[in-house]
């Protein structure tokens, strides 16, 4: 079973754990339904976006800046929802 992390905590490579500051909320709609996208700023001067699909599914994604993650972040993300989608409908969850 997987362990959920408090949002202020990250993994980094090495499983060492570090701090990140939320600095960004948004929401983004996909085909009816509001996905919240949390970017972060990590100490090594990266940001990080995130969008929780489900209690054990969460997609991030990472880069130099607040405006680069945020552009690649919700470029993926519709194919992340519909991934995701296809995976729940195969295991016989309704959304």
Not at 17 to 45: A, E, Q, R
Not at 61 to 69: F, K, M, R
Request: aromatic share 6%; glycine share 10%; with cysteine.
């Amino acid at each position: 079973m997987m362990k959920l992390m408090p949002v202020d905590r990250m993994w980094q490579g090495g499983g060492v754990m570090t701090n990140k500051i939320l600095v960004h909320k948004s929401f983004i709609n996909i085909h009816g339904n509001d996905y919240p996208i949390m970017v972060y700023s990590c100490p090594n001067g990266r940001h990080s976006a995130e969008t929780a699909l489900g209690a054990n599914d969460i997609i991030i994604n990472d880069a130099g800046s607040l405006e680069e993650v945020l552009v690649k972040h919700k470029k993926l993300l519709p194919l992340a929802v519909y991934a995701h989608g296809i995976r729940q409908r195969s295991k016989g969850v309704k959304r």
